[in-house]
């Protein structure tokens, strides 16, 4: 749903997909391998010919950098205005983000905000747009939780991607 209001409300001609080797801010693996993140994403997204999933942070050592990523996108498609889907929780942390200014400067951001979620401001030199969307309560934990849990999880996320998740034994310990 993110994906759609973004692709829609930004009016954007390609939506890329790129799963993050390691969040600079998170101190823990990842909650599954990188190799079945990038399946995942590329099952829930098959057959969207307007998305694509980029691999690129999973070929880097180390935490994975927004403003390393944002460069490579200006220089692949240059001229281009580019948008950067954070959630909401984000938005206030995009100053402590590395090279804040220059990753500012290189894209706009867009955000969706929870249900019941106030859109507010972005922090200086941030600029961007508040998603109107259909937001959505559902955080990956809640997903998480449910796998554990042994329910199904097939309402929340797309049914290729609850198979892959029964498939890959992911989630379950």
Same mark, same amino acid.
């Not at 994403?41 to 390393?68: H, I, K, N, T």
């Not at 979620?117 to 998480?144: D, E, T």
């Given at each position: 749903?993110? $994906?759609? $209001? ?112 106030? $859109?507010?401001?972005?922090? $200086? ?49």
């Amino acid at each position: 749903m993110v $994906a759609r $209001a973004a692709l829609e409300e930004l009016k954007l001609d390609r939506l890329f997909l790129i799963p993050a080797a390691r969040s600079p801010f998170k101190t823990t693996q990842p909650k599954a391998p990188a190799a079945c993140r990038l399946r995942l994403l590329r099952m829930a997204f098959a057959g969207w010919p307007d998305c694509q999933v980029d691999p690129q942070e999973l070929g880097r050592d180390g935490a994975s950098y927004s403003v390393d990523t944002v460069r490579n996108f200006a220089g692949r498609f240059p001229g281009a205005t580019l948008h950067y889907l954070v959630g909401a929780d984000h938005v206030a942390t995009l100053p402590q983000w590395r090279e804040a200014g220059a990753l500012a400067a290189l894209a706009q951001f867009a955000v969706l905000p929870r249900p019941g979620q106030v $859109a507010a401001g972005f922090p $200086a030199p941030f600029r961007g747009a508040w998603l109107q969307g259909q937001p959505m309560a559902v955080a990956a934990s809640v997903i998480r939780d449910r796998v554990r849990a042994g329910l199904p999880v097939d309402h929340l996320v797309p049914a290729a991607v609850a198979a892959g998740i029964t498939e890959m034994k992911l989630y379950t310990g």
